[in-house]
């Protein structure tokens, strides 16, 4: 049973800091894995999709990789902002078109 | 990508009463599946909801307590029946659409609050 796992589960840095948040899962045949953000209350919004031949994909000022073979990726969020305040919860695919096996996430705060 | 519209966004019932939650989407879609999350948890799937036959549930979760229906490859709903406080949760809807990758989208969510 494919399990994941974030680290650190909550995270509290002053605004302009580079991040790094963590997660690793425990079977290594995934077919993708996505990270989303999460603001309290609120459905989820897809931040970035790797596919399982890809190594890292970046939107704007965040980058996300992923090392299959040791069951891990991190989402790299660079100059935060307090706007970036939110939930990033990371997922796994083992096959296409199947559901979505969720980490317990990161809870981020960016202060001014 | 696509518009998920999900409806209601929140509710308050009374214990023993039932509620329907529906989903719809702007795109033909492959996948629909039901979550829930659970105060201060992450995400569950309670089943992935099939075009015109029974959805498929996860271990916990059971058709009497969630019945779910998919007339077409756009729509759904969800019923969360017979409601206990313990049902209080966010339920959310997610898609993967029938062209490009198996990227997941999600709608925004009911927030279901059971007194």
């Known amino acids: 049973k494919q399990e994941v796992t974030q680290i650190p589960a909550a995270l509290s840095v002053p605004e302009g800091e580079n991040l790094v948040l963590n997660c690793s899962f425990t079977?290594?045949?995934?077919?993708?894995l996505q990270w989303f953000r999460q603001d309290p209350g609120k459905g989820l919004t897809s931040l970035l999709l790797i596919q399982s031949s890809q190594r890292e994909q970046t939107s704007g000022r965040l980058n996300a990789s992923l090392d299959k073979s040791s069951g891990r990726s991190t989402l790299y969020i660079a100059a935060s902002q307090p706007g970036d305040s939110a939930t990033y919860l990371c997922a796994v695919r083992l096959e296409a078109g199947n559901m979505l096996t969720f980490g317990g996430g990161t809870r981020l705060m960016v202060k001014p | 990508s696509a518009v998920i519209s999900q409806k209601p966004s929140r509710d308050i019932c009374q214990r023993g009463t039932s509620l329907t939650i529906q989903c719809q989407v702007d795109s033909q879609v492959t996948m629909m599946f039901w979550y829930r999350q659970q105060p201060g948890q992450s995400l569950t799937l309670i089943a992935t909801?099939?075009?015109?036959?029974?959805?498929?549930?996860e271990s916990g979760f059971v058709i009497d307590k969630f019945p779910i229906s998919r007339p077409n490859l756009t729509f759904s709903t969800l019923t969360v029946s017979n409601m206990s406080p313990e049902d209080s949760s966010i339920y959310l809807c997610s898609v993967t659409l029938m062209k490009g990758t198996t990227e997941a989208f999600f709608g925004q969510g009911t927030r279901l609050t059971v007194v």
């Open positions: 079977d290594s045949a995934i077919y993708n």
């Open positions: 909801a099939n075009q015109g036959s029974e959805a498929t549930y």
